[in-house]
DNA sequence: CCGCTTATTTTCAGCCTGAGTACAAGCGGA
DNA sequence: TCCGCTTGTACTCAGGCTGAAAATAAGCGG
């Protein structure tokens, strides 16, 4: 479309190329007592952000430096998420967000900064499955997603809208998919259900809105990183960059039932662990909490080494 | 680290952020009879790509104003891919890289314009299993990754190095990982063995490099690329973004085969694309090309709105 | 020693997967 | 025509993995 020029190469083009400004973002995730929880700025309504400046060696020290000058928290596991445009499309120039996953230790509590931790589940109160179904979906959310949907204007809309909010939402019979994060949230954006697809609008009928709101689109990125995370943990030894150095096989366990947002069958989790050969013992036991003591974990570094890339879903001829 | 801007929000810390350029790059893949191949530019020596513009209204779709531009083609299926910076460092002002991946059928030679399309395995020669281990691997790579390991200065990284090779090339007695294409070529650059990670310095005594190569870090883009496409071939059906509206199971077979560049097992194939329900046929045979006529299938669209996520590897319990 | 709590091990049936084998259908040449 | 070749399609079977549940072990407090 439009002119054709012929020299392929970029930035030869002759056209102007119009510079952008980037800016990088931050999905910092922990665990701890109370459950899983992301790192914010601005009374946990932000997430850690600032723009990719020259002084920075790469994307990901610059991501760093912004981290650790908001909240006085230094990195440790990152991993890119995606790259946004068309926020902030306010005059000439545009804006780049890239965005990352960060995990970490909720620990070193030395700083003298100010460090917020929000819950996942107050954002998304209704990705918490672990003590069941939780009643804002029904009382809350289907009532709305169907009157999003019975709002459509023909009826294969209408249909579609249902259909994608039973899909999401793992309604009418249908499993509840704890991955589905971003795409609930979505659904639930364009359904104007979150506070995000609404303010800077004239407010419509739409009081009371479930889950507590941030800044821009930084819920979204939430979403993505937890969506991200809870399918990660399913192939990839991530949960450990969560973990303290050593750990019970419970507490294990706990943690990543608090990303999952579901519960666990503890035997065959035991198995799949040891199996796995993931975790060595430490030969001591827990500090009684309760009941027999437990025996003391820590994780086997030695399994980044051994490629332990799994999974596949192909029937593929073994050699 | 250095200053401590008090004001958290990004864009706001009085700092002068400095701006830059973003070029967007596609991988875009298709399959035809002689096996998978890339869309490129410039004698099958560099990805489609260009600067991501003001005009442009997303920047999914600069990416397909540039790819329809340098090559005629317009695309379907498309997916982020990474975003790099840090290369081109010439200067003041910084590039950014946005990478996509992109699946299409071949068809369509309407256009005037040139299109090129280059073989993947012209690029990665060691990648194609589909009829055995290639030889350049045991004859060339092989004693090449173990000359490297053995050049390390102390024991620890000699093994170390040597186990990364085992792993990434299924050296060994190891098995053999299609997915680790990437790996692959970052492990072969490290060890000077791509022509990437040699020219433009005073040429060692390497001679014949193995693989046609690129420009920039092209080539390793399109590695991602196929990293990516060959692990996302097992859990999602984008396959048939790949196919022809109409096809036979064979055909299919040959398609994904071609991809992950190694065989499969044919009744298993069949087994799995049935039992998920992919496909349906069309109630016509196949023009003989051989044997028994084959029956024709066509794609379910309907799956995609299935939310057919498959594939846990947590014990999650059942509600 | 009993009852309570939590930890750890075993068992078992069902499903999925890799692999092999058998059978069906069209074609071309002897 | 029959045979052999090629390709397509169906069936079988053993092993491994998974979800679920039951059984056993170890500490604590009364």
Redesign the pocket.
């Known amino acids: 479309m439009g002119e054709q020029p012929k020299g392929i190469k970029k930035s030869k083009t002759g056209r102007k190329a119009s510079d952008v400004k980037a800016d990088l973002i931050a999905v910092v995730a922990a665990v701890n007592n109370s459950g899983p929880c992301v790192l914010t700025v601005e009374q946990e309504a932000a997430l850690p952000s600032g723009p990719f400046e020259l002084a920075h060696r790469s994307l990901q020290s610059g991501l760093r430096d912004w981290v650790e000058q908001q909240t006085g928290h230094s990195l440790g596991y990152i991993e890119q998420l995606y790259t946004f445009a068309d926020r902030d499309r306010i005059g000439a120039e545009r804006v780049i967000s890239i965005s990352y996953l960060a995990l970490t230790r909720e620990e070193e509590v030395t700083g003298a900064t100010r460090r917020c931790w929000g819950s996942w589940y107050d954002y998304f109160p209704w990705e918490d499955h672990r003590s069941g179904t939780p009643p804002i979906i029904r009382e809350v959310l289907r009532p709305r997603l169907m009157e999003w949907a019975d709002g459509a204007a023909d009826t294969a809309t209408r249909l579609e809208r249902q259909r994608r909010a039973a899909v999401a939402f793992g309604l009418d019979e249908r499993a509840w998919n704890e991955e589905l994060a971003l795409q609930r949230y979505e659904l639930l954006f364009e359904a104007g259900i979150v506070e995000e697809a609404t303010r800077d609008r004239r407010s419509t009928e739409l009081a009371s809105v479930p889950g507590r709101p941030m800044v821009a689109d930084h819920r979204r990125i939430l979403a993505t990183g937890i969506a991200r995370l809870r399918s990660k943990i399913k192939y990839r030894p991530v949960v450990f960059e969560l973990m303290p150095p050593v750990f019970?096989?419970?507490q294990l366990q706990r943690t990543v039932e608090a990303l999952a947002g579901r519960l666990i069958?503890?035997?065959?989790f035991?198995?799949?662990i040891e199996q796995q050969e993931l975790v060595e013992e430490t030969g001591e036991t827990s500090v009684?909490?309760?009941?027999?003591?437990?025996?003391l974990y820590r994780f086997r570094h030695a399994v980044l080494n051994e490629g332990a890339m799994a999974g596949?879903?192909l029937?593929?001829?073994?050699p």
């Not at 069958?265 to 065959?268: A, L, M």
């Not at 009684?288 to 025996?295: C, E, F, I, W």
């Open positions: 019970t096989l419970l069958n503890k035997p065959n035991r198995r799949l009684d909490t309760g009941g027999r003591p437990a025996k596949t879903k029937p593929l001829a073994r």
